[in-house]
Nanobody, 114 residues
């Protein structure tokens, strides 16, 4: 069973940066798509960024998702943060093999406020 633990969240001022980390353990293989999602109060969970097993990083606007396969970790670098980025952020691993099971971290709070 894959276990995911997020860290690095907290309170940041508008315009600031944060880097979230997701530590993974319990792998049975290495072929996963990795994503960060977020859920703001009263809103549905939404996809922030995705990284396939074939790439080491991907940029989506102000956010960059990257991986360190040696440390079995995935990161989300968030720059120029805005109050609208306030949410609980979740790490997600989805297996590339049928039936494509998904695994979620417990979530970590990011609050952007002055």
């Amino acid at each position: 069973q894959l276990r995911l633990v997020e860290s690095g969240g907290g309170l940041v001022q508008p315009g600031g940066s944060l880097r979230l980390s997701c530590a993974a353990s319990g792998f049975t293989h290495s072929n996963y798509a990795v994503s960060w999602f977020r859920q703001a109060p009263g809103k549905e969970r939404e996809l922030v960024a995705t990284l396939t097993s074939a790439s080491g990083s991907a940029v989506k606007g102000r956010f960059t998702i990257s991986s360190d396969n040696v440390k079995n970790a995935v990161y989300l670098q968030m720059n120029s943060l805005e109050p609208e980025d306030t949410a609980v952020y979740y790490c997600n691993y989805r297996s590339a093999y049928y039936p494509y099971p998904e695994f979620w971290g417990q979530g970590i709070q990011v609050t952007v406020s002055s």
